[in-house]
């Protein structure tokens, strides 16, 4: 028995908050999710921060700092939505996004938008029901829909950047930041907080 209680510690060293331990404590990992602090006026965030709804948009809770990151959005319901990346600068305000320099993103009429710019229109265009997802890996911005490639690669993505979706006239997104409806493409995986990549 002694040594079984010696060595609980070491064996489960992720569950104990010690000063001297590199890991990280499971009870301080913290879920990627749809930040209520970064969000339109009019959006409501509901279902522990990964459903989208009202006007405007919102940012995840974490940059994408790591190499290669992937996540999803079902459309639940449509109307007017957009998905992609955003800078902090992003006016959450003023959708659809894609209009100015700090978003890319893939909106509803399936045209792919950044700088005021339609880089891409895509066919088929996404509808409810569908899985939109998003790869980047710090070159490409791709996106998905349910599961392949709608090819429209989207490079020059500047600065650091969040994942950002909009909703407006009804439509409503459920985010995915891990247990995915569709396998992320190798060497993606979901997004992680950079205290969780060192």
Known sequence: MFAVNALLPRLCCCFFEDDADDGIPLSNMQPVILDSSKVGLECVILKGGRRLCGAGA?????????????????????????????????HLDRVPLGGDMSSWVLR????????????????????????????YDHIELNFFLNGKSLQCPVS????????????????????AFK???????DTFDEIMFEQNIL
Do not use: M
């Open 58 to 90: 919102a940012l995840a809770n974490a940059p994408l700092v790591q190499n290669k990151s992937y996540f999803e959005v079902k459309i639940q319901t449509t109307g007017t939505w957009g998905v992609g990346l955003a800078t902090q600068k992003c």
């Open 108 to 135: 509803s009429d399936g045209n792919v938008c950044h700088d005021g710019e339609v880089i891409y229109t895509t066919s088929p265009k996404p509808d409810e029901g569908d899985v939109v997802s998003c790869t």
């Open 156 to 175: 020059g993505v500047r600065g650091r950047v969040f994942p950002v979706f909009y909703v407006g006239d009804g439509a409503i997104l459920d985010v």
């Open 179 to 185: 247990d995915f409806s569709f396998p992320a493409p």
